[in-house]
């Protein structure tokens, strides 16, 4: 065989044994109808699910809000992120804020818990404190997939 042949097969043989890495991913939000858009109240119900096919880890929790009227340190929003037991893996406040202003929130790193790898769907949960105004709520969860 050639010095150029053995190459080839050389070649061949590498890009067969290549490591793929998993590249980070997004995954869709739905929101529940049972909600008023833009929420107005708290109650029991999640604003949103996003489902969990495989286990995952999670990077980092991203939200855009809009507080409409009054949002201040007594008069405020906590948005959290919740396993399917209703753990919360991440959450921020909009206490604050400056009302009727687009804000986004970003929590990483070790201010993240992570689901269990059985965990199903990841739920946005937002809960009033006091009187805030109604809440326009846009979020996404930067994950890598780990499991099958």
């Known amino acids: 065989m050639s010095d150029i042949a053995t190459m080839r097969d050389q070649g061949r ?6 490591v793929v890495e998993r590249p980070m991913i997004y995954l869709p939000w739905s929101q529940r109808v ?11 119900f999640a604003w949103g699910d996003q489902a969990q096919p ?8 991203y939200c855009s809000v809009r507080v409409q009227t009054t949002n ?35 929590v990483t790193g070790g201010s993240i818990t992570q689901p269990g ?5 990841l739920v946005i949960l937002p809960t009033a404190t006091l009187s805030p105004g109604a809440i326009f709520i846009a979020p996404a969860v930067a994950l ?4 099958n």
């Open 13 to 18: 043989r590498l890009e067969q044994t290549q």
């Open 34 to 44: 049972v909600n008023p858009f833009p929420l107005a109240s708290s109650g029991a």
């Open 54 to 61: 495989w286990a995952v880890s999670l990077l980092a929790f």
């Open 72 to 106: 201040n340190g007594t008069n405020f929003w906590t948005v959290a992120l919740q396993d399917d037991a209703g753990n919360t893996l991440a959450s921020f406040t909009t206490a604050a804020i400056a009302a009727a202003t687009n804000v986004r929130f970003a």
């Open 117 to 121: 790898s059985t965990n199903t769907r």
């Open 144 to 147: 890598l997939r780990t499991g």
